[in-house]
């Protein structure tokens, strides 16, 4: 079993549609969440931080985490055509502070 | 404020040659961590540097190396490249070896291919 699981997409929808993505991890200790956009040929950018359960919103987008159930997800309202790149879910441990864990990422197509 | 830059860019080495990647942290910072991210994968964690020493490291062999210096800069260094070597390299700074909130921002990468 993979550490971050995300499903690889791609995760095609329409302009101004809310975009949901989704991510499970293993480690029951991981104590910080992370949401990671990164465009094609370039480096991740992060843009959504989850520390508890519940919801945490940012502009357009909202993270989610549940820990009971292991699971993270990010809604993108209103998605534009710039969205379309692929997220990354990442997650810190409490034994590796020192290193966060990636998934392989999810691409996101928002069609015009 | 500056933030996190890596040299070069783009570099094109044949198996069995080595190759070193610079990194400048963001100012402030005095922890520097690489990653390894291969085509379609999620970046993978090779070391954290804290304060001139390796503090943790990923399972990567011992061909990858790496140094930080006193002004927190870093090299990550890669003997006897393979093949499988190809990838794009990425630095992260961080203050604290990451803190509570383990945040990290990357740089631009070093993007590696060998032949």
């Known amino acids: 079993q993979k550490e971050v699981e995300q499903n690889s997409g791609p995760l095609s929808v329409p302009e101004g549609a809310i975009a949901s993505l989704n991510c499970t991890y293993s480690?029951?200790?991981?104590?910080?969440f992370f949401w990671y956009r990164q465009y094609s040929g370039k480096s991740p950018e992060l843009i959504m931080s989850?520390?508890?359960?519940g919801d945490k919103e940012d502009g357009r987008f909202t993270a989610q985490l549940n820990k009971a159930s292991q699971y993270v997800s990010l809604l993108i309202r209103d998605s534009q055509p710039s969205d379309s790149a692929t997220y990354l879910c990442?997650?810190?441990?409490?034994?590796?502070?020192?290193?966060?864990?990636f998934g392989s990422g999810t691409r996101l197509l928002v069609r015009p | 404020e500056t933030g996190v830059t890596q040299s070069p860019t783009h570099l094109i080495k044949t198996r069995g040659q080595q190759v070193t990647l610079r990194c400048s942290s963001q100012?402030?910072?005095?922890?520097v961590s690489w990653y390894q991210q291969a085509l379609g994968q999620g970046p993978q964690f090779i070391f954290q540097?804290?304060?001139?020493?390796?503090?943790g490291r990923g399972n990567f062999p011992p061909r990858f190396s790496g140094l930080q210096f006193p002004n927190y800069s870093s090299e990550l260094n890669v003997n006897a490249l393979e093949l499988d070597d190809s990838a794009l390299y990425l630095c992260?700074?961080?203050?604290?070896?990451?803190?509570?909130?383990?945040?990290?921002?990357f740089g631009e990468g070093s993007r590696l291919t060998v032949l």
């Open positions: 989850i520390y508890s359960n």
């Open positions: 990442a997650v810190n441990s409490l034994g590796s502070s020192y290193k966060l864990i």
């Open positions: 480690d029951r200790g991981s104590q910080s």
């Open positions: 100012s402030g910072h005095n922890t």
């Open positions: 992260a700074s961080s203050l604290d070896r990451g803190g509570i909130t383990g945040e990290l921002f």
């Open positions: 540097y804290y304060r001139e020493e390796e503090n």
